[in-house]
């Protein structure tokens, strides 16, 4: 798994590319979130559509991102689920949490609503 | 067909090859592409319980996962070293009320719904065994 970061406006884009499978790697994506709290951006779009395979280690990580940035008046919003990711938000209700978009400027945009 | 079985370590980095091995009996079944990661996923959740309930992720302790392909249906078998009940492990429903925020345990409520048929036992020498069929169209 590889994570880029980058600023979009006042919004941080993280995307996660390759296998999310749990292990060390997704301390990383935990960090990512605090990381962005800490530089004072509460702000995330987290872009999955290079995601290869994800299981419930993933939902876990961004579950606990969608908490550190509420927390921080924020939110964390998701881009490009790919169609089997889709299906795991919704087989353990996430879907109903999270704000999912296809199109990257249209999720910037809803930052501002 | 009669089973295989492959032994691991209860170690994450055995995850990925893990994985890749189920798609590739999965392949190798004529289950159609688009559904491969889908059955990885359900098997690869039931191998991270065995390890970490079964084992306590004790590297030392052992998962196996055997396989037979019937003309209709994969049977995996995942067994572990201890004794688990899914339920009393758990200790709360990961997809309802205040625990949806949860970090964690959400496995088995994937893996049942990716599968369809799920069903915890024990071998017969009393240790978790965990028994997951996919069909094949």
């Given at each position: 798994m590889k994570i880029k970061e980058e600023m979009k406006g006042d919004v941080?884009?993280?995307g996660l590319s390759g296998k999310v499978i749990g292990g060390p790697e997704l301390v990383e994506v935990k960090d990512a979130f605090q990381k962005a709290v800490d530089q004072g951006h509460s702000k995330v779009l987290l872009d999955l559509g290079k995601v290869s395979w994800m299981d419930s280690s993933g939902l876990g990580v961004i579950v606990s991102g969608h908490t550190t940035l509420s927390?921080?008046?924020?939110?964390?919003?998701?881009?490009n689920a790919t169609?089997?990711?889709?299906?795991?938000?919704?087989?353990?209700?996430l879907i109903t949490i999270f704000d999912t978009?296809?199109?990257?400027?249209?999720?910037?945009k809803s930052f501002g609503d | 067909m009669l089973p295989i079985e492959i032994r691991f370590p209860s170690d994450p980095s055995v995850l990925e090859p893990v994985q890749q091995i189920i798609e590739a009996v999965g392949r190798s079944a004529d289950v159609e592409e688009d559904e491969l990661s889908s059955l990885s996923v359900a098997v690869v959740e039931l191998v991270k319980?065995?390890?970490e309930h079964g084992n306590g992720n004790d590297?030392?302790?052992?998962?196996?996962v055997s396989f037979s392909i019937f003309p209709n249906r994969i049977r995996f078998l995942i067994d572990d070293e201890g004794t688990w009940e899914p339920e009393k492990a758990l200790g709360f429903n990961p997809g309802e009320g205040d625990e949806l925020l949860s970090t964690r345990g959400r496995g088995i409520l994937i893996s049942r719904n990716l599968a369809k048929w799920v069903e915890f036992g024990l071998t017969p020498e009393g240790k978790t065994r965990v028994t997951l069929i996919w069909p094949i169209a």
């Amino acid at each position: 798994m590889k994570i880029k970061e980058e600023m979009k406006g006042d919004v941080v884009v993280i995307g996660l590319s390759g296998k999310v499978i749990g292990g060390p790697e997704l301390v990383e994506v935990k960090d990512a979130f605090q990381k962005a709290v800490d530089q004072g951006h509460s702000k995330v779009l987290l872009d999955l559509g290079k995601v290869s395979w994800m299981d419930s280690s993933g939902l876990g990580v961004i579950v606990s991102g969608h908490t550190t940035l509420s927390r921080a008046g924020g939110a964390l919003k998701i881009l490009n689920a790919t169609k089997k990711i889709h299906e795991l938000f919704i087989i353990t209700k996430l879907i109903t949490i999270f704000d999912t978009y296809t199109d990257e400027q249209e999720a910037l945009k809803s930052f501002g609503d | 067909m009669l089973p295989i079985e492959i032994r691991f370590p209860s170690d994450p980095s055995v995850l990925e090859p893990v994985q890749q091995i189920i798609e590739a009996v999965g392949r190798s079944a004529d289950v159609e592409e688009d559904e491969l990661s889908s059955l990885s996923v359900a098997v690869v959740e039931l191998v991270k319980n065995a390890m970490e309930h079964g084992n306590g992720n004790d590297p030392d302790k052992m998962v196996t996962v055997s396989f037979s392909i019937f003309p209709n249906r994969i049977r995996f078998l995942i067994d572990d070293e201890g004794t688990w009940e899914p339920e009393k492990a758990l200790g709360f429903n990961p997809g309802e009320g205040d625990e949806l925020l949860s970090t964690r345990g959400r496995g088995i409520l994937i893996s049942r719904n990716l599968a369809k048929w799920v069903e915890f036992g024990l071998t017969p020498e009393g240790k978790t065994r965990v028994t997951l069929i996919w069909p094949i169209a």
